[in-house]
C-alpha cells in the first residue's frame, strides 16, 4: 500500500467517547483559573489533547479483553508471567521489576545508584530522569550529538549520543559515573532516534571504562522502526529481532509501558546484575508493592502483555510514523519552524524561532503553548526553558531550545482533527509577532513546568 498518499488507520474505531466544543472566552477563563499553566487545565476544556503521549493512547479490543485475565493474587499471579513473558520476549534481561510507571523505575534506579558526587550522563535527560537522578544529588549530564541540539539541522539520528565527548567525560570523570543512560527515542531533542551503529559505539566506551548501559526505552519500537527505514543494512529485519539486539547492547532499561507499551498505566525496571537487582526489589517492596505486580493491578500487566506484542507489529508502525510525518509536514509547508526531521511520536514547534522578539527567560515555548489553547483548545506541552532552564541550586538558564511538543496520543485521533490542528498553529505563527512573553508567579524547586503559575508580560 506504499504506492498510495492516503494514510489508512490498521483498524477500525469500535467505541467511541465525547469531547467538549468551547469558545475563546471560556478558554481565556479556564487559563486564567489554570494560572496559564496548561498542566492545571481541566480536561474537559481541552477540544485536541496533544499535552503528552504517555498513558492517553486507546487500548485494542485484545487488550481489553486480556484485562478479563487479570488476576489479581498479592503474589505469583498468572498476569505476572505473562507479563514477563512478554517483556523477555523483546529485552530478555535476567530480572525484570514491574512499577507503577517509568519515574517509579527511576526513583527506585537512582534511589540505589545515585548520590552526591555521582554523575550520569545521557543523550539527554528528559524531566523525570533528571529530577530523580538530582534529587539523589548526582549529576545529569546530556551529551547529545551537536545536531541534536538544532532544531533546523538534518541528522537521521539526531538523538545519538556524542561518543566522543563520552569518552572524553568518562575518562575524566569515570569514578563518579555509576551508570550511563541513552535514550530512545530522544524525547527532549523532538522525539529524534538512536542509531544501532550509536548504541554499538557508546557500549565499546562503556566496556573501555567498566561501566554498565542502561536504557530509557520509553519509545523503543518507534526507534526501532526509524531504524529499519534510515540505518544502512537494517531493512529486511524484523522490528522485534532490532528491539532485542537493542537490547542486547545494553546491561539494563527504564521503561514507562504509558508509551510503546500501548497500556494507560505500568512500566518496568530491568537488568542483568543480580546484586543491583536485589537491592532494587528491596526498595520496590518498600515503596511500590510485591516484586510480582509492582503498583500494578493484574489487569495492567496483562493490557502491557498484549500491548508489548502489537507495538511491533510493522502495519501500526507505519501508520504511526507516517501519522506523524503528516501533521508536520502540513505544519512545515505553512512555513512553521519545527524540528526536523520529524520524530515519532510527537511535532515539536520551535518557538524560539517562531518568537525570536521573546527572550527565553520570558517562556516562549509557555507563550506559544498558551496562544495555541486560547485561539482553538489544543493543549500542547513546552519542552524548553521553563521544563529545563532550572537548576538545583536555584538559580536559572535558558535551555538549549525553546520547544513546543504536539504529542499524538496513540490510536486516538483521526486525520480531521488533525488537519484542525494544521489550521490553528497556522493561524497562531501567522500572528507570532502579537505574542509576548510569560513570568513564573509561583513555582516549586523541581519539576516547576508542572505546576507552576504564570502571568502574561505586556
Given at each position: 500500500?506504499d504506492?498510495?498518499?492516503?494514510i489508512?488507520?490498521?483498524?477500525?474505531?469500535?467505541?467511541?467517547?465525547?469531547?467538549?466544543?468551547?469558545?475563546?472566552e471560556?478558554?481565556?477563563a479556564a487559563?486564567e483559573?489554570?494560572?496559564?499553566?496548561?498542566?492545571?487545565?481541566?480536561?474537559?476544556d481541552?477540544l485536541?489533547d496533544?499535552l503528552?503521549d504517555?498513558?492517553?493512547?486507546?487500548?485494542s479490543r485484545?487488550?481489553?479483553a486480556?484485562?478479563?485475565?487479570?488476576?489479581?493474587?498479592?503474589?505469583g499471579?498468572?498476569?505476572?508471567?505473562?507479563?514477563?513473558e512478554?517483556?523477555?520476549?523483546?529485552?530478555?534481561?535476567?530480572?525484570?521489576?514491574?512499577t507503577?510507571?517509568?519515574r517509579?523505575?527511576?526513583?527506585?534506579?537512582?534511589?540505589?545508584?545515585?548520590g552526591?558526587?555521582?554523575?550520569?550522563p545521557?543523550?539527554t535527560h528528559?524531566d523525570?530522569?533528571?529530577?530523580?537522578?538530582?534529587?539523589s544529588?548526582?549529576e545529569?549530564?546530556d551529551?547529545?550529538?551537536?545536531?541534536?541540539?538544532?532544531?533546523?539541522?538534518?541528522?537521521?539520528?539526531?538523538?545519538?549520543?556524542?561518543?566522543e565527548?563520552l569518552d572524553?567525560?568518562?575518562r575524566e570523570r569515570a569514578?563518579?559515573?555509576?551508570?550511563?543512560f541513552?535514550?530512545?527515542?530522544n524525547n527532549?531533542?523532538?522525539?529524534q532516534?538512536?542509531s544501532?551503529?550509536?548504541?554499538?559505539?557508546?557500549?565499546?566506551?562503556?566496556?573501555?571504562?567498566?561501566?554498565?548501559?542502561?536504557l530509557?526505552?520509553?519509545?523503543f519500537?518507534?526507534?526501532?522502526?526509524?531504524?529499519?527505514?534510515r540505518e544502512?543494512g537494517q531493512g529486511?529485519?524484523?522490528?522485534?529481532?532490532?528491539?532485542?539486539?537493542?537490547?542486547?547492547?545494553?546491561?539494563g532499561m527504564?521503561?514507562?509501558?504509558?508509551?510503546d507499551?500501548?497500556a494507560n498505566?505500568?512500566?518496568?525496571l530491568?537488568?542483568?546484575?543480580?546484586?543491583?537487582?536485589?537491592r532494587?526489589?528491596n526498595?520496590?517492596?518498600?515503596?511500590?508493592?510485591?516484586?510480582?505486580y509492582g503498583?500494578?493491578?493484574?489487569?495492567?500487566?496483562e493490557a502491557?502483555?498484549?500491548?508489548?506484542?502489537?507495538?511491533v507489529d510493522?502495519?501500526?508502525?507505519?501508520y504511526r510514523?507516517r501519522?506523524t510525518?503528516y501533521l508536520g509536514d502540513?505544519?512545515d509547508?505553512?512555513?512553521v519552524p519545527?524540528?526536523?526531521p520529524?520524530g515519532?511520536?510527537a511535532i515539536?514547534?520551535?518557538?524560539?524561532?517562531?518568537?525570536p522578539h521573546?527572550?527565553?527567560?520570558?517562556?516562549?515555548?509557555?507563550?506559544l503553548?498558551?496562544?495555541l489553547?486560547r485561539?482553538g483548545?489544543?493543549?500542547g506541552?513546552?519542552i524548553?526553558t521553563?521544563?529545563?532552564?532550572?537548576?538545583p541550586?536555584?538559580?536559572?538558564s535558558?535551555?538549549?531550545?525553546?520547544?513546543v511538543?504536539l504529542?499524538?496520543?496513540?490510536?486516538t485521533?483521526t486525520?480531521?482533527?488533525?488537519?484542525?490542528?494544521v489550521?490553528?498553529?497556522?493561524y497562531v505563527a501567522?500572528?507570532a509577532?502579537?505574542?509576548?512573553?510569560m513570568?513564573?508567579v509561583?513555582?516549586?524547586?523541581?519539576?516547576?513546568h508542572?505546576?507552576?503559575?504564570?502571568?502574561?508580560l505586556?
Amino acid at each position: 500500500m506504499d504506492r498510495w498518499k492516503t494514510i489508512v488507520e490498521p483498524f477500525r474505531i469500535h467505541s467511541v467517547e465525547p469531547v467538549r466544543m468551547t469558545t475563546v472566552e471560556e478558554r481565556v477563563a479556564a487559563l486564567e483559573a489554570a494560572g496559564y499553566n496548561l498542566f492545571n487545565l481541566h480536561a474537559d476544556d481541552v477540544l485536541i489533547d496533544l499535552l503528552t503521549d504517555s498513558g492517553t493512547g486507546a487500548m485494542s479490543r485484545d487488550q481489553w479483553a486480556a484485562i478479563q485475565h487479570g488476576d489479581e493474587s498479592y503474589a505469583g499471579s498468572p498476569s505476572w508471567f505473562a507479563f514477563l513473558e512478554s517483556v523477555q520476549a523483546l529485552f530478555p534481561f535476567r530480572h525484570v521489576i514491574p512499577t507503577h510507571q517509568g519515574r517509579a523505575a527511576e526513583k527506585i534506579l537512582f534511589s540505589v545508584i545515585g548520590g552526591p558526587g555521582k554523575s550520569i550522563p545521557n543523550n539527554t535527560h528528559f524531566d523525570t530522569t533528571r529530577a530523580n537522578v538530582e534529587f539523589s544529588g548526582a549529576e545529569a549530564v546530556d551529551l547529545v550529538i551537536p545536531e541534536g541540539r538544532d532544531p533546523a539541522a538534518i541528522h537521521p539520528f539526531k538523538g545519538n549520543m556524542d561518543v566522543e565527548a563520552l569518552d572524553a567525560f568518562l575518562r575524566e570523570r569515570a569514578g563518579s559515573v555509576p551508570v550511563v543512560f541513552v535514550t530512545i527515542t530522544n524525547n527532549s531533542g523532538g522525539g529524534q532516534p538512536v542509531s544501532l551503529e550509536n548504541l554499538r559505539a557508546v557500549r565499546a566506551v562503556c566496556d573501555g571504562h567498566g561501566i554498565p548501559l542502561f536504557l530509557d526505552g520509553c519509545r523503543f519500537a518507534e526507534n526501532a522502526w526509524f531504524i529499519k527505514l534510515r540505518e544502512p543494512g537494517q531493512g529486511d529485519r524484523s522490528i522485534p529481532d532490532i528491539v532485542r539486539e537493542i537490547a542486547s547492547l545494553a546491561d539494563g532499561m527504564t521503561m514507562s509501558a504509558k508509551k510503546d507499551g500501548l497500556a494507560n498505566i505500568g512500566g518496568w525496571l530491568a537488568m542483568n546484575d543480580d546484586a543491583l537487582a536485589e537491592r532494587c526489589r528491596n526498595l520496590l517492596i518498600l515503596t511500590e508493592g510485591f516484586v510480582t505486580y509492582g503498583g500494578l493491578a493484574g489487569r495492567d500487566l496483562e493490557a502491557i502483555a498484549q500491548g508489548l506484542r502489537e507495538v511491533v507489529d510493522e502495519d501500526y508502525l507505519r501508520y504511526r510514523i507516517r501519522s506523524t510525518a503528516y501533521l508536520g509536514d502540513a505544519l512545515d509547508a505553512a512555513g512553521v519552524p519545527l524540528v526536523k526531521p520529524f520524530g515519532g511520536h510527537a511535532i515539536y514547534l520551535d518557538a524560539r524561532a517562531l518568537l525570536p522578539h521573546i527572550p527565553p527567560l520570558e517562556y516562549p515555548g509557555q507563550a506559544l503553548a498558551v496562544a495555541l489553547y486560547r485561539e482553538g483548545g489544543i493543549r500542547g506541552c513546552e519542552i524548553g526553558t521553563v521544563m529545563f532552564g532550572q537548576h538545583p541550586d536555584g538559580t536559572e538558564s535558558a535551555a538549549a531550545m525553546d520547544l513546543v511538543r504536539l504529542a499524538i496520543p496513540r490510536r486516538t485521533y483521526t486525520q480531521s482533527h488533525i488537519d484542525y490542528v494544521v489550521e490553528v498553529v497556522s493561524y497562531v505563527a501567522s500572528r507570532a509577532s502579537d505574542l509576548r512573553g510569560m513570568r513564573i508567579v509561583q513555582a516549586p524547586p523541581a519539576l516547576r513546568h508542572f505546576t507552576a503559575t504564570f502571568e502574561p508580560l505586556g
